[in-house]
Nanobody, 116 residues
């Protein structure tokens, strides 16, 4: 079992920044892929960004150039730096860990609200 705990969400004005954290209960090198997803009210959950164990990253077109995903193996933590936030970024953000055996684990989510 892998426990994931997100933090760092909150209310921010348009154009502002937030940094989300996802702390894992296992060493990150045991996780094949980690990703951030988000789900807005009435919409399906969508992939925001992902990072594989080798360090390669992938971003949704809607966040390219504004969001940066990273991982700190020493702290067993993944981050999502979000800059130039827009109202359409408002959602619950979830982190997910995909293990080598393809099992997926999810965090409980953290709310991000972008509003003036």
């Amino acid at each position: 079992q892998v426990q994931l705990v997100e933090s760092g969400g909150g209310l921010v004005q348009p154009g502002g920044s937030l940094r989300l954290s996802c702390a894992a209960s296992v060493r990150l090198f045991s996780i094949y892929t980690m990703g951030w997803f988000r789900q807005a009210p009435g919409k399906q959950r969508e992939l925001v960004a992902s990072i594989i164990s080798g360090g390669s990253t992938n971003y949704a077109d809607s966040v390219k150039g504004r969001f940066t995903i990273s991982r700190d193996n020493a702290k067993n933590t993944m981050f999502l730096q979000m800059n130039s936030l827009k109202p359409e970024d408002t959602a619950v953000y979830y982190c997910r860990a995909t293990m080598m055996n393809q099992n997926n684990y999810w965090g409980q989510g953290t709310q991000v609200t972008v509003s003036s």
